[in-house]
């Protein structure tokens, strides 16, 4: 068994930071895009939670003492933008399309996130229990 657990091809703080990356991005794009007039600072939600996913994943990738403490909090944040984004499972017909699309971004990212974390999770818990690493 390999001892770097890897999801698509990253690390899970590399997949942590471009999950944020991308909502960062595009929170900003859809705020700056809306229709709304005055605009509404609503439209950049997924930047405010792609923040602390970013921030964590490059935390994460130069602490690698604290790395568990630091994927475990990604994972919290990860949950929230996976809850954040079902709301559109509630009936979009009065959503934009940026809506929309920040709703879907959000729920692919968080439930992506939260299924690598696990794995990963589990990945480390069976190295330990077989003695290859900490």
Do not use: C
Not at 1 to 6: L, N
Not at 61 to 67: A, H, I, Q, V, Y
Not at 101 to 120: D, E, N, Q, W
Request: without cysteine; neutral net charge.
């Amino acid at each position: 068994m390999d001892d770097e657990f890897t999801f698509l091809g990253m690390t899970i703080p590399k997949l942590a930071t471009l999950s944020g990356g991308l909502l960062v991005v595009w929170g900003i794009f859809s705020y700056l895009t809306q229709s709304a007039d005055p605009p509404s600072i609503t439209a950049a939600i997924p930047a405010f939670l792609g923040l602390p996913m970013l921030g964590l994943g490059v935390i994460a990738g130069r602490d690698e003492k604290n790395l568990r403490h630091y994927m475990h909090a990604a994972m919290v944040v990860a949950l929230a933008m996976a809850l954040g984004g079902a709301r559109v499972a509630t009936g979009y017909s009065d959503m934009s399309t940026l809506a929309i699309i920040s709703h879907v971004l959000l729920i692919t990212a968080g439930s992506t996130f939260i299924f690598a974390g696990v794995r990963s999770f589990r990945h480390a818990r069976m190295l330990r229990e077989a003695g290859g690493a900490e």
